[in-house]
């Protein structure tokens, strides 16, 4: 895609995915214009599908985030000294992702979708025959269907032993943070300067003042000012609860202070 604009990313979902894939049941995006406009929400309606957003500034919460890094770490090695036309290397790029192994379900994404290895090379049809990869045109629907859900069982397995292995690496670094609906927190001020504002980001505060209005799954909260008004939707890993603790002293007989 050349534009990233509304009605461009509509086109492309409908021609390129709903068409040829089938209509999902949610659509995971960022915040971008194109993903808050009317004309988004609209096309979503048509098609009944439910819109889950990314909290704002927190990428790692988009899978596509960590697919764009892959694809860049690829482009880098095409291009070398060389920029100019490091587009051309997009193709290649989505061709070997699709024919590598994926760490967290065990398999390439290609075989994941389509049930048969991806053939980077004609040569490699016979050898794929012998070893029962693949299988002439003329086999049984039912057998196609049962190694898909074989497949299938598989990545779902997979998945669920990633998400233990993640799990356990996070909680050795981090402790579990909730809040409550009505919570007043702090979340960190993502304001840039602006000469027109007469705004210096380095003066201003470094959080803000919110109250927690919605929860929204294990870690995003939709905040709001003081006055209860919408603000957006954030990560945990943005929101502070400041304790103000207070130290007693202990006044002696002859008013001196023992802290």
Known sequence: ???????EVIKF????????FGVPEYVHSGNGKQFVSDIFRQFLEKYGTQHIRTAFYAPQANAAER???SVLQIVRSYIKGDQKNWDKHLSDAAF????AVHSAINDTPYHAVFGMPMIQNAASYELYRRLGAIRDADCEVGMVADKTQLIRNKIVKELKLAHERSKKTYNTRSREVKFQIG??????NFKQSSQV????????????????????GNSMYELGDSSGKKIGVYHAKDIFVYVVSYVLCCISSVGDCSC
Do not use: G, T, W
């Not at 070997?96 to 024919?99: D, G, K, T």
């Not at 705004?199 to 929204?216: D, H, S, T």
């Open 67 to 69: 697919v764009k890094r």
């Open 197 to 216: 504002e007469n705004y210096n980001a380095k003066l201003a505060p470094k959080q803000v003042k919110c109250i927690v209005l919605k929860i929204i």
């Open 1 to 7: 895609m050349r534009k990233d604009a509304a009605a």
């Open 183 to 188: 919570q007043v927190v702090y979340r960190r």
């Open 96 to 99: 070997a992702l699709r024919s």
């Open 13 to 20: 979902l409908e021609n390129e995915v709903f068409h040829i």
